[in-house]
């Protein structure tokens, strides 16, 4: 099963501060975050068109407490592994839980598009969530839950990368 959502979201400020805010600024930008407790550089390899990155993050909620209930808080921590295509202004990733317990993953793109001085961020990402994996919940509840726990999921994600991209926004309009 999965869910897979879109969302443009215009930031004022030129695509290159922008990229490079997302892609080497996010760890210091969680500290403003109140639902991000942590991002910490795993990885980082400069390659052929770009970077890869890996990044760990621990969330500290915002998902509503009947998600939270059935979802353990080794959930809230996962590996963000992604590729910074610097020839096409495009960020390709794949996330998972810390522990590789297979229960979830996400994966997917932001492109990076400018607008005369401005940069229209383009996030687009399938959520799949693996109802088999899904601990203490009975099975023949597991199928009709998880329909339900992907979009609610889907959306807090959401309604995270858009405060994502105001932090930014904010943190780019601080060093200038």
Avoid at 102 to 114: A, L, T
Avoid at 127 to 153: C, D
Wanted: hydrophobic fraction near 40%; charged fraction near 30%.
């Amino acid at each position: 099963m999965s869910y897979k959502i879109s969302r443009e979201i215009l930031l004022k400020a030129p695509r290159e501060k922008v990229w490079k805010t997302y892609r080497d600024y996010l760890p210091e930008l969680a500290k403003t975050m109140k639902t991000v407790d942590k991002i910490e550089v795993v990885k980082r390899e400069k390659v052929e068109n770009g970077f890869r990155i890996k990044n760990k993050w621990k969330i500290s909620g915002g998902l509503p407490n009947s998600i939270q209930k059935i979802a353990p808080a080794r959930l809230l921590s996962y590996y963000d592994n992604a590729f910074w295509d610097e020839s096409r202004w495009v960020c390709d990733f794949v996330e998972k839980p810390i522990d590789d317990n297979g229960v979830y993953k996400c994966v997917g793109q932001n492109i990076f598009e400018e607008i005369d001085n401005n940069t229209r961020l383009i996030i687009s990402f399938e959520l799949i969530i693996y109802p088999e994996k899904i601990p203490a919940v009975p099975g023949f509840l597991k199928r009709g839950l998880v329909s339900k726990i992907e979009k609610i999921i889907s959306k807090e994600v959401v309604k995270n990368l858009a405060s994502t991209a105001k932090h930014v926004e904010e943190f780019i309009h601080t060093k200038e």
